[in-house]
């Protein structure tokens, strides 16, 4: 039993590392003029075409299951596979990732919230200070520490980017309990990302008569075949494998592992500085979700 939970926390811990460079590989993509929707519709193309192979069977077996939930995947797809990664890539065009990484810590409050609105699940007076304090470390974050900013509207826009991305996620796991559970895990996977490159098409098609259909160089390819690969299969995988050992609850504390990745990323290869302000939104953020 001991050495499960101690794969678990390796797979885990590996699953956070591989998503914190998603943010590393967004900053990257910017400098170098890879395009943010470039990025999505290639990411999910090629990890569609990586996984399709071994879902097919198990699409056409489940094809009237998938008619049932039709509506509740196609909107689970749009708020996860489009939405959520195409609004982090960016946002990282006008951000730090040590922000970015960041924001993604509210979203189990987001959850909360959603839950609420949706589903009535009352939370506790725990919950409700831990929801305020995780604001306001928010807050710090995307006002740099300067309520001026708040007075005069002075946004960086990646933050609020980002903050739309990770609502997006928040909801998309809470509507995540409206899909079949006899629907198999590879199936949704391959059925969402789909339906995502369907819905990112169009847009992709649009950025790319200013910046080119295709990846411009070999840095490009191997940027997009990360985050297919590592950020993407690989992570997930990782991840809903260490779930199965040590539960939700129990893994949901890594997920925090990744604002650490990310800053030691941006920290090493980007010269992105630690802020005084960025030390008070994680000790609000903190405390917040510990509550």
């Not at 039993?1 to 678990?8: D, G, H, V, W, Y």
């Not at 260490?242 to 290869?269: C, D, K, Q």
């Amino acid at each position: 039993m001991q050495n499960k939970i101690f794969l678990a926390f390796i797979l885990l811990t590996f699953s956070t590392l591989f998503w914190s460079g998603n943010f590393l590989v967004a900053k990257l993509a910017y400098n170098s003029s890879l395009p943010p929707l470039k990025l999505s519709f290639f990411r999910w193309l090629i990890a569609f075409l990586i996984i399709f192979p071994f879902s097919y069977k198990s699409i056409f077996k489940n094809i009237s299951l998938i008619k049932d939930n039709l509506k509740i995947i196609v909107l689970l797809s749009i708020l996860s596979v489009a939405i959520f990664n195409s609004f982090t890539y960016i946002a990282m065009q006008t951000t730090l990732v040590i922000n970015a990484s960041l924001m993604g810590s509210i979203a189990p409050l987001f959850i909360l919230f959603f839950s609420f609105i949706i589903f009535k699940n009352k939370t506790n007076v725990f919950q409700f200070f831990g929801i305020i304090l995780s604001i306001i470390g928010v807050s710090f974050i995307v006002l740099k520490g300067d309520v001026n900013n708040l007075i005069y509207l002075n946004f960086t826009p990646g933050d609020l980017w980002m903050l739309i991305a990770v609502m997006a996620w928040a909801l998309y796991s809470v509507l995540l309990k409206k899909l079949d559970i006899k629907l198999p895990l590879i199936t949704t996977l391959s059925v969402m990302i789909f339906f995502g490159l369907i819905f990112i098409f169009p847009f992709y098609v649009y950025e790319s008569f200013n910046y080119g259909f295709a990846p411009m160089s070999f840095l490009d390819l191997v940027m997009i075949f990360y985050v297919a690969i590592f950020a993407g299969i690989f992570s997930y995988l990782f991840w809903n494998k260490g779930v199965s050992i040590i539960g939700a609850n129990r893994s949901g504390v890594f997920l925090h592992l990744i604002p650490f990745f990310s800053a030691i990323w941006a920290i090493t290869f980007l010269d992105e500085a630690f802020a005084i302000f960025h030390i008070f939104g994680i000790i609000f953020i903190a405390i917040g979700i510990l509550l």
